[in-house]
């Protein structure tokens, strides 16, 4: 009795040790598991993408020597380059006040000192003449040595500005690029693993028809070349399961690496409601492009050519011809540009037209195999069909939602690149 009594509180004593144990371990487990939402892997792109850190920081340095010549070119516009001339005396009574006792000399100390006094005048007239051409010429250098400064902070401030427009236009298309990569990707990971669930769908069918033809064999009512058709076509779907499911799985570590998710073993998507997809020309693919971030860029570009064109006087003519080539291919550039982004977005009308054609399709197909199932359901409550026409009809259907589904991806990403064409950016 002891012993059972022993063996009872030590059993109990491993059941409590142990619980806790458990439980922490699945927590554990279950911490690493990511529940990801759309605008959570959005935000997580945007604060992870490398090359528009960089862009930041590039516009950041751009801002930053802009701000510096700005200043550096006020205070030279501010600065005095002009020197006053340090002349010598010429006056009279001034070297008569430098003698001391002048009016206690005789008439003849007099007119001798008078006479070396008209002659350093005459001296000191002929060196300030020097001094005074000396001043003017340095006083002219230093003022051309300014206006050539001047000028090239003018040059390249206009650069700058320029550069600052386009580094701004750059990371907000930047911007726009990482939002649709990341929904695309979003979307194309939860349209895989949809196709998985429904391929496990197609697996159970496969299943049972191996096991349907193993059993027909097993009773002499089934060739053997039968038995083994049926077991390869199990065991090829399984096959692709497998295949696609490591796809999927090496995709996902991929988004999480993106998204700065590596510590998780596992990222959960939240799949989006899925939409009906429009009659064909139901909706609208206009888009205007006079938001276009390309296009604004090749505007930037073509200012700074005029820019530059008329900041170089008119005499300088063979500098004012080259800047006015560099004006006319920007111009140019804009006008192909212009061509190339509306065949783009001309494309996007038979894009949708196509999507809507497909969805068309798949609707009467899958209505098809709606009825041809309530048909072959009749027809073997009555006896006329056996279960495994009906399972083939099912899995047929099961086939067309399937399509549908992953059309309803494609048009969900269609809806975004529309939309990114809204934002300024085609592709």
């Given at each position: ?239 692709a399961i497998e295949r696609d499911s490591g796809s999927l799985k090496a995709q996902k570590e991929l988004f999480k690496q993106e998204l700065g998710l590596s510590a998780f073993s596992e990222i959960i998507f939240s799949p989006p ?155």
């Open positions: 009795m002891i012993k059972k009594t022993l063996l009872f509180i030590l059993v109990c004593l491993i059941v409590i040790a142990s619980g806790p144990r458990a439980v922490f371990a699945e927590s554990a487990g279950a911490a690493t598991v990511k529940t990801l939402s759309l605008d959570e892997a959005i935000k997580l792109a945007l604060d992870h993408y490398s090359d528009l850190k960089l862009s930041n920081w590039k516009a950041a340095e751009n801002d930053a020597q802009l701000s510096y010549i700005t200043a550096v070119k006020k205070k030279l516009e501010d600065k005095n380059v002009t020197a006053a001339s340090s002349l010598l005396s010429v006056s009279f009574n001034d070297f008569l006040k430098s003698i001391p006792n002048y009016d206690q000399l005789s008439d003849e100390d007099k007119a001798g000192v008078q006479q070396s006094i008209t002659l350093q005048i005459m001296i000191n007239t002929s060196i300030n003449q020097w001094i005074q051409a000396q001043t003017v010429s340095q006083n002219s250098y230093n003022q051309e040595l300014k206006n050539s400064q001047l000028i090239e902070y003018s040059d390249q401030l206009r650069s700058l500005e320029s550069n600052q427009t386009l580094s701004r236009l750059e990371i907000q298309k930047s911007e726009a690029l990482v939002r649709y990569d990341t929904i695309q990707k979003y979307y194309q990971l939860c349209s895989s693993q949809m196709n998985i669930e429904y391929q496990q769908k197609d697996k159970q069918y496969w299943d049972t028809q191996a096991d349907d033809a193993l059993a027909l064999y097993n009773a002499g009512l089934l060739p053997k070349k039968d038995l083994e058709a049926a077991q390869v076509k199990a065991q090829q779907q399984e096959t409601s899925l939409p009906a997809i429009p009659k064909p020309g139901s909706f609208s693919t206009v888009i205007g492009i006079e938001n276009n971030l390309e296009l604004k860029e090749q505007d930037a570009k073509v200012k700074l050519a005029e820019d530059n064109y008329d900041a170089v006087l008119p005499s300088d003519t063979e500098l004012k011809n080259y800047y006015h080539v560099l004006w006319s291919s920007q111009l140019a550039q804009r006008t192909i540009l212009q061509q190339q982004l509306e065949l783009k977005l001309a494309d996007y009308k038979k894009e949708a037209n196509d999507l809507c054609q497909r969805s068309i399709q798949l609707i009467e197909d899958y209505s098809r195999y709606e009825q041809a199932l309530q048909d072959i359901r009749t027809l073997n409550s009555k006896g006329l069909a056996s279960l495994a026409e009906v399972d083939k009809t099912v899995q047929q259907l099961n086939q067309s939602n399937q399509q549908m589904d992953s059309l309803k991806y494609e048009y969900l990403i269609f809806l975004e690149k529309m939309n990114l064409a809204v934002k300024g950016v085609v592709i």
